[in-house]
Protein backbone atom coordinates (compact mmCIF):
# COMPACT_ATOMS: atom_id res chain seq x y z
CA UNK A 1 0.00 0.00 0.00
CA UNK A 2 1.23 3.66 -1.10
CA UNK A 3 2.28 5.51 2.17
CA UNK A 4 0.65 8.94 1.32
CA UNK A 5 -1.65 9.97 3.65
CA UNK A 6 -4.65 12.90 3.70
CA UNK A 7 -6.46 14.08 6.33
CA UNK A 8 -9.06 15.21 7.18
CA UNK A 9 -10.60 12.25 5.57
CA UNK A 10 -14.14 13.60 5.87
CA UNK A 11 -14.91 17.74 6.17
CA UNK A 12 -18.22 19.60 6.29
CA UNK A 13 -17.67 22.89 7.04
CA UNK A 14 -19.64 26.75 6.29
CA UNK A 15 -19.52 28.67 4.28
CA UNK A 16 -16.64 31.15 4.23
CA UNK A 17 -13.99 29.24 6.12
CA UNK A 18 -10.74 28.53 5.57
CA UNK A 19 -9.42 25.07 5.10
CA UNK A 20 -6.57 23.73 4.74
CA UNK A 21 -6.24 19.80 3.21
CA UNK A 22 -3.30 17.70 4.40
CA UNK A 23 -1.09 15.47 2.53
CA UNK A 24 1.84 13.66 3.11
CA UNK A 25 4.09 11.64 1.60
CA UNK A 26 7.04 9.08 2.97
CA UNK A 27 8.61 7.53 -0.10
CA UNK A 28 10.46 10.89 -1.01
CA UNK A 29 9.25 11.54 -3.91
CA UNK A 30 9.97 14.63 -5.72
CA UNK A 31 6.73 14.98 -7.46
CA UNK A 32 3.14 15.65 -5.83
CA UNK A 33 -0.10 17.04 -7.65
CA UNK A 34 -3.69 17.48 -6.01
CA UNK A 35 -6.68 16.32 -8.28
CA UNK A 36 -10.39 17.22 -8.10
CA UNK A 37 -12.67 14.50 -8.69
CA UNK A 38 -16.35 14.82 -8.56
CA UNK A 39 -18.76 11.88 -7.87
CA UNK A 40 -18.94 10.03 -11.24
CA UNK A 41 -16.53 12.37 -13.41
CA UNK A 42 -12.66 12.05 -13.82
CA UNK A 43 -10.09 13.75 -11.90
CA UNK A 44 -9.32 17.11 -13.37
CA UNK A 45 -5.80 18.06 -11.88
CA UNK A 46 -5.52 21.40 -9.87
CA UNK A 47 -2.10 22.23 -8.48
CA UNK A 48 1.28 20.43 -9.16
CA UNK A 49 4.85 20.65 -7.64
CA UNK A 50 7.99 19.11 -8.72
CA UNK A 51 9.99 19.73 -5.62
CA UNK A 52 10.76 22.10 -2.78
CA UNK A 53 9.46 25.56 -3.46
CA UNK A 54 7.89 24.78 -7.09
CA UNK A 55 4.35 24.84 -7.38
CA UNK A 56 2.51 24.94 -10.94
CA UNK A 57 -1.42 25.58 -11.51
CA UNK A 58 -2.90 22.36 -13.12
CA UNK A 59 -5.47 22.18 -16.04
CA UNK A 60 -9.16 22.72 -13.89
CA UNK A 61 -8.85 26.46 -12.33
CA UNK A 62 -9.01 26.40 -8.64
CA UNK A 63 -9.38 29.22 -6.16
CA UNK A 64 -6.98 26.72 -4.02
CA UNK A 65 -3.62 27.21 -3.07
CA UNK A 66 -0.63 25.17 -2.26
CA UNK A 67 2.82 25.44 -1.06
CA UNK A 68 5.67 22.76 -0.92
CA UNK A 69 7.85 24.06 1.71
CA UNK A 70 8.85 20.27 2.43
CA UNK A 71 9.62 17.64 0.01
CA UNK A 72 6.87 15.36 2.18
CA UNK A 73 4.16 17.64 2.31
CA UNK A 74 2.36 19.29 0.06
CA UNK A 75 -0.64 21.27 1.70
CA UNK A 76 -4.12 22.48 -0.44
CA UNK A 77 -5.63 25.78 0.97
CA UNK A 78 -8.56 27.43 0.24
CA UNK A 79 -8.75 31.10 2.13
CA UNK A 80 -12.98 31.12 2.06
CA UNK A 81 -14.65 28.22 1.23
CA UNK A 82 -18.19 27.83 -1.34
CA UNK A 83 -20.22 25.30 -1.70
CA UNK A 84 -19.11 25.23 -5.98
CA UNK A 85 -15.75 23.70 -3.71
CA UNK A 86 -17.81 20.60 -2.61
CA UNK A 87 -16.39 17.74 -3.85
CA UNK A 88 -13.38 14.89 -3.45
CA UNK A 89 -9.58 16.40 -3.26
CA UNK A 90 -6.97 13.42 -4.02
CA UNK A 91 -3.53 14.07 -3.60
CA UNK A 92 -0.61 11.55 -5.15
CA UNK A 93 2.86 11.16 -5.35
CA UNK A 94 5.71 10.03 -7.78
CA UNK A 95 9.05 9.92 -8.43
CA UNK A 96 11.58 12.12 -10.39
CA UNK A 97 13.47 11.29 -13.42
CA UNK A 98 13.15 10.74 -17.37
CA UNK A 99 11.63 7.88 -17.34
CA UNK A 100 7.81 6.96 -16.54
CA UNK A 101 6.70 6.67 -12.57
CA UNK A 102 3.57 5.52 -10.97
CA UNK A 103 1.77 8.32 -9.59
CA UNK A 104 0.38 7.02 -5.83
CA UNK A 105 -2.77 8.18 -4.60
CA UNK A 106 -3.98 9.03 -1.01
CA UNK A 107 -7.33 7.95 0.24
CA UNK A 108 -8.66 11.35 -0.56
CA UNK A 109 -10.33 14.09 1.41
CA UNK A 110 -14.43 14.91 0.65
CA UNK A 111 -15.29 18.15 1.61
CA UNK A 112 -18.75 19.41 1.52
CA UNK A 113 -19.29 22.77 2.00
CA UNK A 114 -22.91 24.30 3.37
CA UNK B 1 -15.20 16.52 -26.89
CA UNK B 2 -13.55 15.03 -24.07
CA UNK B 3 -9.74 14.11 -24.73
CA UNK B 4 -10.58 10.83 -23.02
CA UNK B 5 -14.06 8.92 -23.09
CA UNK B 6 -15.36 6.85 -21.21
CA UNK B 7 -18.70 4.79 -20.49
CA UNK B 8 -19.70 5.51 -17.23
CA UNK B 9 -21.83 2.01 -16.74
CA UNK B 10 -22.35 1.25 -14.55
CA UNK B 11 -21.84 -2.89 -15.87
CA UNK B 12 -23.30 -5.65 -14.15
CA UNK B 13 -21.59 -9.17 -15.24
CA UNK B 14 -22.07 -12.41 -13.49
CA UNK B 15 -18.67 -14.05 -11.69
CA UNK B 16 -16.74 -15.46 -13.53
CA UNK B 17 -17.48 -13.70 -16.61
CA UNK B 18 -14.99 -11.64 -18.84
CA UNK B 19 -15.27 -7.73 -18.67
CA UNK B 20 -14.49 -5.62 -21.53
CA UNK B 21 -13.49 -1.91 -20.20
CA UNK B 22 -12.64 0.63 -22.80
CA UNK B 23 -11.66 4.20 -23.35
CA UNK B 24 -11.21 6.69 -26.58
CA UNK B 25 -9.20 9.39 -27.26
CA UNK B 26 -8.73 12.29 -29.60
CA UNK B 27 -5.10 12.85 -28.67
CA UNK B 28 -2.62 11.46 -30.90
CA UNK B 29 0.07 12.34 -28.87
CA UNK B 30 -0.71 10.27 -26.04
CA UNK B 31 2.19 7.65 -25.83
CA UNK B 32 1.70 6.19 -22.22
CA UNK B 33 -1.53 4.05 -21.46
CA UNK B 34 -2.75 3.29 -17.51
CA UNK B 35 -5.63 1.72 -15.93
CA UNK B 36 -6.48 2.54 -12.49
CA UNK B 37 -8.93 0.84 -9.74
CA UNK B 38 -10.31 2.78 -7.44
CA UNK B 39 -12.81 1.15 -4.79
CA UNK B 40 -15.15 3.10 -2.97
CA UNK B 41 -14.32 5.98 -0.74
CA UNK B 42 -10.29 4.95 -1.79
CA UNK B 43 -7.74 6.54 -3.98
CA UNK B 44 -7.17 5.19 -7.65
CA UNK B 45 -4.77 2.57 -7.74
CA UNK B 46 -2.73 1.11 -10.12
CA UNK B 47 -3.58 -1.59 -12.42
CA UNK B 48 -1.71 -2.09 -15.42
CA UNK B 49 0.86 0.27 -17.50
CA UNK B 50 1.63 0.45 -21.00
CA UNK B 51 4.08 2.23 -23.39
CA UNK B 52 2.89 2.50 -27.20
CA UNK B 53 0.70 -0.03 -28.96
CA UNK B 54 0.35 -3.73 -27.91
CA UNK B 55 -0.46 -6.19 -25.46
CA UNK B 56 -0.30 -6.44 -21.87
CA UNK B 57 -0.90 -9.52 -19.35
CA UNK B 58 -0.83 -9.82 -15.41
CA UNK B 59 -2.72 -12.47 -14.21
CA UNK B 60 -6.49 -12.13 -14.74
CA UNK B 61 -5.43 -9.43 -16.18
CA UNK B 62 -5.26 -7.68 -19.74
CA UNK B 63 -4.41 -4.29 -21.31
CA UNK B 64 -4.48 -3.56 -25.09
CA UNK B 65 -3.20 -0.22 -26.96
CA UNK B 66 -4.57 0.32 -30.58
CA UNK B 67 -2.98 3.51 -31.47
CA UNK B 68 -4.25 3.45 -34.89
CA UNK B 69 -8.01 3.74 -33.81
CA UNK B 70 -7.47 5.90 -31.00
CA UNK B 71 -8.75 3.04 -28.44
CA UNK B 72 -7.57 1.07 -25.46
CA UNK B 73 -9.22 -1.52 -23.36
CA UNK B 74 -8.58 -3.66 -20.03
CA UNK B 75 -9.79 -7.25 -20.30
CA UNK B 76 -10.91 -9.16 -17.23
CA UNK B 77 -10.97 -12.60 -17.03
CA UNK B 78 -13.10 -14.91 -14.32
CA UNK B 79 -14.36 -11.27 -13.15
CA UNK B 80 -14.70 -12.03 -8.78
CA UNK B 81 -16.51 -9.61 -6.49
CA UNK B 82 -13.80 -7.83 -5.53
CA UNK B 83 -13.16 -6.58 -8.67
CA UNK B 84 -16.09 -4.53 -7.80
CA UNK B 85 -15.14 -1.14 -8.21
CA UNK B 86 -14.60 1.75 -10.82
CA UNK B 87 -12.05 1.81 -13.63
CA UNK B 88 -10.27 4.24 -14.65
CA UNK B 89 -8.10 5.08 -17.74
CA UNK B 90 -5.67 7.56 -17.79
CA UNK B 91 -2.71 8.22 -20.34
CA UNK B 92 0.01 10.66 -20.99
CA UNK B 93 2.11 12.27 -23.84
CA UNK B 94 5.65 11.68 -22.06
CA UNK B 95 7.37 10.39 -19.29
CA UNK B 96 6.49 13.90 -17.36
CA UNK B 97 3.21 12.01 -15.29
CA UNK B 98 1.07 14.73 -16.39
CA UNK B 99 -2.03 11.96 -16.77
CA UNK B 100 -5.37 12.76 -18.20
CA UNK B 101 -7.96 10.77 -17.18
CA UNK B 102 -11.22 9.21 -18.19
CA UNK B 103 -14.43 9.48 -15.92
CA UNK B 104 -14.40 5.72 -15.25
CA UNK B 105 -16.91 2.54 -15.84
CA UNK B 106 -18.32 1.28 -12.74
CA UNK B 107 -17.82 -2.32 -12.18
CA UNK B 108 -19.93 -4.66 -10.62
CA UNK B 109 -19.79 -8.88 -10.72
CA UNK B 110 -22.43 -10.44 -8.82
CA UNK B 111 -22.19 -13.81 -6.99
Known amino acids: EADIYQTPRYLVIGTGKKITLECSQT?????MYWYQQDPGMELHLIHY???????EKGDLSSESTVSRIRTEHFPLTLESARPSHTSQYLC?????????????FGPGTRLTVL | QKEVEQDPGPLSVPEGAIVSLNCTYS??????FMWYRQYSRKGPELLMY????GNKEDGRFTAQVDKSSKYISLFIRDSQPSDSATYLC???????????FGGGTRLMVKP
Open chain 1, 92 to 104: ASSAAGTGWNEQF
Open chain 1, 27 to 31: MGHDK
Open chain 1, 49 to 55: SYGVNST
Open chain 2, 27 to 32: NSAFQY
Open chain 2, 50 to 53: TYSS
Open chain 2, 90 to 100: AMSKNAGNMLT
